[in-house]
């Protein structure tokens, strides 16, 4: 019964399965150690198949002895090193008391064949989640733990499949992998409705990874996607008047009006997509913009708040969503000095403005003479007059100007305003 070990042949791997349990394992074929608390055993060995020659050594001090059975037959041994058969106890007495219990399974008498994925579609569900059934024949592997009982040993399978996702500027592929431990067939599992058309597949376990065994992969037929997700943004186009205020906001979609918003629905990716926009005032949601557009660009040329609804339809599976945007109600604030030296500070009489429909401003010098006209708030007088720098001392200046909001009569916002401005060198 005891084999012979031919050195040459031999891959001699040492492996304490526990630090109190000095086992060294000897095989010319690949194994893995499972150990845990969740064994009952002081080490669980998967060979990837137990050939003539492998064998279990005791290198611990003691008096040892081995016991273990072989079909009907019962052995025990006294020498340091036991012959490894498959699905196999052995219990380690050291001077006479029971120490260590390991156990040993030949992987390739546990076959798993695959057969099929079928993708089974819930009407009701289908635009967030899809059920799968893998028609497969997976062996269960039973082992015998320290306390003499047959115990199941989980084995993870694979079920991975490519979606997209969305990284906040754009939808790419992403890697969907879902880690299954079966104990029966066929598997069932559900999972998320993938956001592009894939393959599933199905392979493993986890055991035959450690092995180095190549895995049997189970691919299904392409599904093509029904679910669509948004992510849907509003980008203010900014303009570059410096002495406009609020041209942007950081975290919002807001400014000074005519605000231009570029809008971009940023759905999954998917064919045949139809877009439905649409843009109104919260104070009056009947009067509304429709757009059949991806991407929409818009101008909100009064100040109020508005709602963009995003609705996007697909043959099976639609998304909404929707933005607030807010245009600001006018301002105007004149300044009363300005240097114009050169320095690239307060080199221009410039007004501070936001939500302007209209603006004039007229500059005179002390004489009543006309020095400066403007219909652009962005614009600011330099200081020259027919390119010839101007003399220091007080202008005056007339500003009439109308906003995109109203007044408490329901009129455009109305600015007349005048004053002087000192012109400093």
Excluded at 53 to 72: D, E, F, K, M, P
Excluded at 159 to 169: E, F, K, P
Excluded at 191 to 196: E, G, R, Y
């Amino acid at each position: 019964m005891k084999r012979l070990l031919t050195a040459v042949l031999l891959l001699t791997i040492c492996l304490h399965i526990t630090a109190q349990a000095p086992i060294t394992v000897y095989t010319p074929d690949h194994y893995t150690i499972l150990t845990g608390t969740q064994y009952r055993l002081d080490g669980l060995i998967v060979f990837d198949r137990i050939s003539a020659g492998a064998q279990l050594n005791y290198t611990g001090t003691g008096n040892i002895q081995w016991s273990y059975s072989v079909g009907s037959d019962t052995y025990t041994s006294t020498l340091p090193s036991v012959d490894a058969y498959p699905n196999t106890l052995y219990t380690i007495k050291i001077n006479g008391t029971p120490r260590y219990h390991v156990y040993t399974i030949d992987y390739s008498e546990f076959p798993s064949t695959y057969q099929a994925i079928n993708i089974i579609e819930d009407p009701q569900t289908v635009c967030e989640s899809l059920n799968l059934e893998i028609l497969c024949d997976i062996t269960p592997i039973y082992y015998i733990d320290s306390l003499g009982q047959r115990t199941f040993l989980p084995r993870s399978f694979t079920l991975q499949y490519t979606t997209s996702a969305w990284d906040g500027t754009s939808w790419n592929d992403s890697l969907a992998i879902t880690t299954l431990t079966p104990s029966s067939s066929p598997i069932t599992t559900t999972v998320a409705a993938p956001l592009k058309n894939t393959n599933f597949e199905f392979f493993g376990d986890d055991i035959s990874e450690q092995l180095g065994i190549p895995a049997d992969t189970l691919v299904s037929d392409l599904y093509i996607a029904k679910a669509v997700k948004i992510h849907p943004k509003g980008e203010v186009i900014e303009r570059n008047a410096k002495n406009e205020k609020d041209r942007t906001t950081q975290n919002s979609i807001a400014g000074s009006s005519p605000l231009v918003v570029q809008f971009t629905a940023n759905a999954s990716p998917a064919d045949n997509l139809y877009y439905e926009w649409i843009i109104y005032k919260t104070t009056n949601p009947e009067l509304y913009q429709r757009y059949s557009e991806p991407e929409v660009n818009y101008t909100f040329k009064e100040s109020d708040d508005y709602i963009a609804r995003i609705r996007v339809n697909g043959e099976f599976c639609s998304a909404s969503d929707s933005l607030n945007i807010k245009a600001h109600d006018s301002f105007i604030d004149v300044p009363n000095v300005f240097t114009p030296n050169g320095d690239g500070i307060n080199d221009e009489f410039r007004v501070a403005y936001k939500s302007l429909k209209s603006f004039d401003i007229w500059i005179y010098n002390r004489w009543g003479r006309l020095v400066y006209h403007s219909t652009d708030p962005g614009a600011g007088w330099d200081g020259t007059i027919n390119g010839r720098p101007a003399a220091a001392g007080t202008y005056y200046y007339i500003i009439n100007a109308y906003g995109s909001d109203y007044d408490n009569k329901n009129k455009p916002m109305h600015y007349r305003l005048s004053g002087d401005c000192n012109l400093l060198r």
